[in-house]
């Protein structure tokens, strides 16, 4: 099975402040090595513009659109004769474009939802711009960054044809033990987002405090100047995905630390857990449901729910359990969470819906139109 796949997403161009883009290379890389062939349709904004870190990769091809009005002149025959169109969640002007691409494409349709928990949140208040509630059983699949429950939810109250899990994943390529020695007690890589921040507290600027003789590091653009950090502490404002290897394996252990939303729906990983499991570097984490079903708790990776057991697993965990736990979270993530992985079910998925669609598409040449 060789696909053509055009996805139209948030941006794959720029990871500044944006975590869409280290899902869509890791998958779409690895859809490439699969042997299909993926066309990124992105949004030419100013703030994406000014932050490039990725601009022609040989694994895709990256077309860049200014306006709305520029897809169906530029791309309405590349989208109508595609056998998969993928939208993401959070691209601008999504429900226009998503009544569009479920008009007009002949081939499999799917809203990746990569933000998913804050689409069910939006949904149920109805202030989503980027998808509406009228669309969502257009899309023959509606794939889902969380898994669990809300799946049963995305179809039954929101009427999702076929709502399948398609979680987050890592490069192994990129991701792998660096020769570093580990000189960080604990670090964290994050965007700054205030329900984030009273865990960060609580699970490393305390221990911090209370640990001055170790040293402690916070990667992420966006938080507030006013913000207070202990001496040990080290900030640094943006990480490129390309050093995350070797700021992982610069650590004895990673943190890991869930949104409200995702905490509240569950069966929601972070791609840091599986990017620092690839490193060989063990987690310590904050409690969700469905945590178990990526990682063993104890064997594979740490939780911790108060700064007492941060600290009590900075400081009196052995050094060959430390060790013991890291190789087993790297065999576990290579075996499971890698992009390959995640490839091999966007193509059972994509299968699947295709079997069940009782006959072809029949597209007809419109433009993008209001979605009411």
């Given amino acids: 099975m060789r696909l053509d796949i055009v996805v139209l997403g948030l941006s794959i161009t720029s990871s500044w402040g944006n975590g869409h883009a280290t899902t869509y290379r890791a998958l779409i890389k690895a859809?490439?090595?699969?042997?299909?062939?993926?066309?990124f349709l992105e949004r030419d904004v100013a703030w994406y513009r000014e932050h490039r870190d990725l601009r022609r990769p040989d694994w895709c091809r990256v077309e860049l659109y200014k306006r709305l009005e520029d897809l169906p002149r530029r791309f309405g025959t590349?989208?109508?004769?595609?056998?998969?169109v993928i939208l993401g969640s959070f691209v601008p002007d999504g429900t226009a474009i998503a009544d569009w691409v479920t008009s007009q494409a002949r081939g499999v349709t799917a809203f990746y939802d990569i933000d998913t928990p804050v689409t069910m949140s939006r949904l149920e208040r109805g202030v989503t711009d980027y998808i509406a509630p009228s669309l969502i059983p257009r899309f023959d699949l509606y794939l889902s960054f969380t898994g669990?429950?809300?799946?049963?939810?995305i179809e039954q109250t929101w009427g999702a044809r076929a709502a399948r899990p398609l979680y987050c994943a890592v490069d192994p390529?990129?991701?792998?033990?660096?020769?570093?020695?580990?000189?960080?007690?604990?670090g964290y890589i994050?965007?700054?987002?205030?329900?984030?921040?009273?865990?960060l507290d609580r699970l490393l600027v305390e221990p911090a405090r209370r640990l001055p003789s170790l040293r402690f590091a916070v990667a992420g653009p966006q938080y507030p100047a006013e913000l207070e950090w202990p001496a040990n502490v080290e900030r640094i404002d943006h990480l490129p995905p390309q050093d995350h290897a070797r700021f992982y394996c610069g650590q004895r252990y990673t943190l890991n630390v869930t949104r409200a939303d995702m905490i509240a729906a569950g069966w929601s990983p972070s791609v840091r857990l599986?990017?620092?499991?690839?490193?060989?570097?063990?987690?310590?984490?904050?409690?969700?449901?469905?945590?178990?079903?990526?990682f063993t708790p104890g064997t594979e990776i740490l939780i911790a729910d108060s700064t007492e057991q941060a600290v009590a697993i900075l400081r009196e965990i052995p050094e060959e359990r430390r060790r013991d736990i890291a190789a087993a979270a790297r065999k576990r993530t290579l075996a499971s969470h890698t992009a390959r992985e995640r490839a091999r079910a966007l193509e059972e998925h994509y299968a699947e819906a295709r079997a069940s669609r009782p006959r072809e598409r029949e597209g007809t040449e419109t433009g993008v139109g209001a979605v009411a």
């Fill in 173 to 186: 390529d990129l991701h792998k033990p660096q020769d570093v020695l580990p000189h960080l007690a604990l």
């Fill in 78 to 84: 590349l989208v109508r004769d595609a056998d998969l």
């Fill in 274 to 294: 599986f990017e620092a499991g690839a490193c060989g570097v063990p987690v310590i984490s904050d409690r969700w449901a469905g945590l178990d079903a990526f």
């Fill in 148 to 153: 669990g429950p809300v799946l049963e939810l």
């Fill in 31 to 39: 859809l490439s090595e699969r042997g299909h062939t993926v066309t």
């Fill in 190 to 199: 994050g965007t700054y987002s205030p329900d984030r921040q009273r865990t």
